[in-house]
């Protein structure tokens, strides 16, 4: 009776599985399907996932006639890898030290972390646009990265994975003459991939749909991100959903491979202890 009741658990629980991932691509079927369809036949309200005239036009007009789309592609993919090089250098070094290294301040160090989380990213605007353009990094790559390249969320995860880390590990190293910088590179990092492979996915996609910041800082349209430049195909009177599809699927791609390529870490989890 028990292994009967499991056999029936197990299958609802793939049902509403299967179900709910149905349901989510479905919306990114659509778009797909209407990346290769024409401006008339997407408004015309009808939901099929076939186009009726297929046709390659859009992806020619966004590459091809649209000077700039080449460019919102390149800032996105600068800032977002470089930002997130960065932030997984940084936020990796600073829960480091906050796990093992002892030195003044470390424990009101913490509580200011952990207070930086509470606080809602809209507070922050004005200041950092301010500094910004007190520096004068408005409308540059810097004024984007830089105010970003650390994040108290990423800290706080890689100083939890440091604190399960093995110590015998270093210690070991330490026998062998490594120092701190080195055994930190050459040991604990190379040890870390799943933690890291979770951080980059997370911090590449901040920087990668992030709208709100490009919008306040960037001021000239050929330093605008794909989020910025997908917005101009919306007009007052006309909106080009084929010309929009087609670049959100552009947009997307990044993404898709990034998880790809780091999925193989990603799904151990960011509990693996480093004993292999």
Do not use: C, H
């Not at 890689?158 to 701190?180: H, T, V, Y």
Request: proline share 5%; glycine share 6%.
């Amino acid at each position: 009776m028990n292994s009967k009741k499991k056999t029936f658990s197990k299958r609802l629980l793939y049902i509403v599985l299967i179900g709910y991932a149905i349901t989510t691509l479905i919306p990114f079927l659509w778009a797909l399907s209407s990346s290769f369809k024409t401006l008339e036949e997407i408004i015309s309200g009808t939901m099929n996932f076939i186009p009726r005239n297929f046709t390659l036009d859009n992806y020619k007009q966004i590459f091809i006639k649209q000077d700039l789309f080449p460019r919102w592609l390149f800032n996105s993919l600068f800032i977002a890898v470089v930002g997130t090089g960065l932030n997984i250098i940084f936020n990796s070094m600073s829960g480091y030290a906050l796990a093992r290294l002892s030195f003044p301040g470390k424990k009101a160090l913490f509580i200011i972390i952990l207070a930086v989380l509470m606080i809602p990213a809209q507070v922050t605007m004005i200041p950092n646009y301010l500094i910004l353009k007190e520096i004068g990094w408005l409308n540059s790559y810097q004024g984007m990265i830089v105010p970003a390249m650390i994040n108290a969320t990423f800290i706080f995860m890689m100083r939890q994975f440091f604190i399960n880390f093995p110590k015998e590990l270093e210690e070991a190293a330490q026998i062998d003459g490594l120092s701190r910088f080195g055994i930190f590179f050459k040991v604990v990092l190379p040890l870390a991939k799943p933690a890291l492979a979770a951080q980059a996915i997370f911090v590449f996609m901040g920087f990668w749909n992030n709208f709100m910041t490009p919008l306040i800082v960037m001021t000239d349209t050929e330093m605008y991100t794909l989020p910025l430049g997908l917005n101009t195909f919306k007009g007052q009177y006309v909106s080009y959903w084929n010309y929009i599809m087609a670049a959100s699927m552009v947009f997307t791609l990044p993404v898709l491979l990034l998880y790809a390529f780091f999925n193989r870490y990603f799904i151990k989890g960011i509990s693996f202890t480093g004993g292999k």
